[in-house]
Antibody, heavy 123, light 107 residues
């Protein structure tokens, strides 16, 4: 069965960086885009971007360009989200989510999600 | 960006009721819309994709429809397990955007 297991909660100071991991299993990791989505406290969802696990190619939301890096390690079927220059409004739950269709016909709706990683930015 | 305006923000209903949640897109989304259910402290669950296609394993009481830039999620007969928050998401254009959510409460 498909599983997406994320790393644990993080507390960071403003200006620091955070790296969140997402270990995927139960499907062919390189066949599906891996998206990152965040949810601020009491708020809706914000799509941050995707990584193509096959090529390493990425597409980031304009809002996060320059501060975000999405990578993957195919040997351990794990994707990573790096977010730098953290601010208090980056406090959120960060989710990885698997695209529902293979890369060739990517749909950008998300059929499996990680459990979420709480990132708290506080001085 | 395509803005998704979801309504109502809160909906009170009883078991057995038929309920409808609406999402209006600021631009044509051409059927590229998904609906998710989220329960407190959990990740979202995909219910509907491509505006009206039911995800595998989702009960048939859930359905979706599209009319122009307006999308609708209908639950035909509410069950106790359905009380949760529902979100729409468009994937017609970057950045992918979500509605603000509808919290479905027990009346």
């Amino acid at each position: 069965q498909v599983q997406m297991v994320q790393s644990g909660a993080e507390v960071k100071k403003p200006g620091a960086s955070v790296k969140v991991s997402c270990k995927a299993s139960g499907y062919t990791f390189t066949d599906y885009y891996l998206h990152w989505v965040r949810q601020a406290p009491g708020q809706g969802f914000e799509w941050m971007g995707w990584v193509n696990p096959h090529t390493g190619g990425t597409n980031y939301a304009q809002k996060f360009r320059g501060r975000v890096t999405m990578t993957r390690d195919t040997s351990i079927t794990t994707a990573f989200l790096d977010l730098s220059s953290l601010r208090s409004d980056d406090t959120a739950i960060y989710y990885c989510a698997k695209d529902s269709l293979p890369v060739a016909g990517s749909s950008a709706n998300f059929d499996f999600w990680g459990q979420g990683t709480q990132v708290t930015v506080s001085s | 960006d395509i803005q998704m305006t979801q309504s109502p923000s809160t909906l009170s209903a009883s078991v057995g009721d038929r309920v409808t949640i609406t999402c209006r897109a600021s631009q044509d989304s051409s059927g590229s819309l998904a609906w998710y259910q989220q329960k407190q402290g959990k990740a979202p669950k995909l219910l509907i994709y491509d505006a009206s296609s039911l995800e595998n394993g989702v009960p048939s009481r859930f359905s979706g429809s599209e009319s122009g830039t307006e999308f609708t999620l209908t639950i035909s007969s509410l069950q106790p397990d359905d009380f949760a928050t529902y979100y729409c998401q468009q994937y017609r254009g970057y950045p992918y955007t979500f509605g603000q959510g509808t919290k479905l409460e027990i009346k």
